[in-house]
Protein backbone atom coordinates (compact mmCIF):
# COMPACT_ATOMS: atom_id res chain seq x y z
CA UNK A 1 0.00 0.00 0.00
CA UNK A 2 1.27 3.57 -0.98
CA UNK A 3 0.11 7.05 -0.22
CA UNK A 4 0.43 10.16 -1.76
CA UNK A 5 -0.72 13.24 -0.06
CA UNK A 6 -0.40 16.24 -2.37
CA UNK A 7 -2.95 19.96 -1.93
CA UNK A 8 -1.00 22.06 0.88
CA UNK A 9 0.34 25.16 0.09
CA UNK A 10 -0.03 28.76 1.54
CA UNK A 11 -3.26 30.39 2.58
CA UNK A 12 -4.50 33.37 4.65
CA UNK A 13 -5.69 32.90 8.13
CA UNK A 14 -9.60 32.69 7.86
CA UNK A 15 -9.30 30.61 4.17
CA UNK A 16 -9.61 26.81 2.88
CA UNK A 17 -7.45 24.49 1.13
CA UNK A 18 -8.15 20.65 0.76
CA UNK A 19 -5.59 17.75 0.96
CA UNK A 20 -5.97 14.33 -0.98
CA UNK A 21 -4.34 11.22 -0.45
CA UNK A 22 -4.41 8.43 -3.18
CA UNK A 23 -4.03 5.07 -1.96
CA UNK A 24 -2.67 2.53 -4.45
CA UNK A 25 -3.29 -1.14 -3.69
CA UNK A 26 -6.82 -2.93 -3.24
CA UNK A 27 -7.02 -2.75 0.31
CA UNK A 28 -8.54 0.61 0.61
CA UNK A 29 -11.91 0.19 0.81
CA UNK A 30 -11.55 -2.41 3.73
CA UNK A 31 -9.29 -0.16 5.89
CA UNK A 32 -9.24 3.19 8.02
CA UNK A 33 -7.63 6.44 7.03
CA UNK A 34 -6.40 9.36 8.88
CA UNK A 35 -4.73 12.64 8.84
CA UNK A 36 -1.84 13.51 11.32
CA UNK A 37 0.29 16.55 11.37
CA UNK A 38 3.10 18.09 12.85
CA UNK A 39 3.97 21.30 14.07
CA UNK A 40 8.07 22.48 14.10
CA UNK A 41 9.35 21.46 17.75
CA UNK A 42 6.20 19.72 18.06
CA UNK A 43 5.07 16.06 18.85
CA UNK A 44 2.53 14.47 16.06
CA UNK A 45 -0.99 15.02 16.27
CA UNK A 46 -3.96 13.29 15.12
CA UNK A 47 -6.26 15.34 12.99
CA UNK A 48 -8.95 12.87 11.72
CA UNK A 49 -9.96 9.25 11.29
CA UNK A 50 -12.60 7.47 8.98
CA UNK A 51 -13.22 4.10 8.92
CA UNK A 52 -13.46 2.09 5.72
CA UNK A 53 -17.24 2.81 4.78
CA UNK A 54 -16.86 5.98 5.70
CA UNK A 55 -19.92 5.69 8.44
CA UNK A 56 -17.73 6.97 11.47
CA UNK A 57 -15.10 10.26 11.85
CA UNK A 58 -13.09 11.33 14.42
CA UNK A 59 -11.52 14.78 14.86
CA UNK A 60 -9.38 16.52 17.13
CA UNK A 61 -10.99 19.15 19.47
CA UNK A 62 -9.02 21.51 18.04
CA UNK A 63 -10.24 20.87 14.13
CA UNK A 64 -14.29 20.18 14.85
CA UNK A 65 -15.93 22.02 13.14
CA UNK A 66 -13.62 23.36 10.43
CA UNK A 67 -12.17 20.32 8.75
CA UNK A 68 -14.04 17.12 7.05
CA UNK A 69 -12.60 14.20 6.71
CA UNK A 70 -13.59 11.96 3.86
CA UNK A 71 -13.54 9.15 0.86
CA UNK A 72 -14.47 7.83 -2.34
CA UNK A 73 -13.61 4.30 -2.32
CA UNK A 74 -14.06 3.81 -5.95
CA UNK A 75 -11.19 5.84 -6.49
CA UNK A 76 -8.95 5.12 -3.56
CA UNK A 77 -8.83 8.43 -1.81
CA UNK A 78 -9.49 10.24 1.15
CA UNK A 79 -10.02 14.08 1.66
CA UNK A 80 -9.07 16.43 4.57
CA UNK A 81 -10.98 19.44 3.16
CA UNK A 82 -10.27 22.46 5.87
CA UNK A 83 -11.47 25.71 6.54
CA UNK A 84 -11.62 28.81 8.38
CA UNK A 85 -8.00 28.46 8.45
CA UNK A 86 -5.41 29.60 11.78
CA UNK A 87 -2.55 29.91 11.84
CA UNK A 88 -1.92 27.15 14.69
CA UNK A 89 -2.55 25.04 11.54
CA UNK A 90 0.40 25.19 10.24
CA UNK A 91 2.00 21.94 10.38
CA UNK A 92 3.21 19.22 7.77
CA UNK A 93 0.57 16.81 7.09
CA UNK A 94 0.57 13.19 6.95
CA UNK A 95 -1.99 10.93 5.58
CA UNK A 96 -2.24 6.86 6.67
CA UNK A 97 -4.00 4.41 6.96
CA UNK A 98 -4.32 0.56 8.24
CA UNK A 99 -4.69 0.46 11.41
CA UNK A 100 -4.93 4.63 12.31
CA UNK A 101 -4.84 5.17 16.03
CA UNK A 102 -6.47 8.00 17.60
CA UNK A 103 -4.75 7.10 21.08
CA UNK A 104 -1.28 6.87 22.15
CA UNK A 105 0.81 6.16 20.95
CA UNK A 106 -0.44 7.67 17.42
CA UNK A 107 0.87 5.03 14.75
CA UNK A 108 -0.52 3.63 11.72
CA UNK A 109 0.61 0.88 8.97
CA UNK A 110 1.26 3.10 6.37
CA UNK A 111 2.00 6.56 5.71
CA UNK A 112 2.11 9.27 3.28
CA UNK A 113 4.67 11.83 2.40
CA UNK A 114 4.12 15.60 4.10
CA UNK A 115 2.09 17.79 3.00
CA UNK A 116 2.66 21.78 3.78
CA UNK A 117 0.39 23.37 4.80
CA UNK A 118 1.03 26.93 5.41
CA UNK A 119 -1.13 29.60 7.16
CA UNK A 120 -0.51 33.28 7.61
CA UNK A 121 -1.53 35.94 9.88
Known amino acids: VQLQASGGGLVQAGGSLRLSCQVS????????MGWFRQAPGEEREIVAR????????YYADSVKGRFTISRDNAKNTAWLDMKSLKPEDTAVYFCAAGNVRITPPLRADYWGQGTQVTVSS
Open 25 to 32: GRTFSVIN
Open 50 to 57: ITPAGSTQ
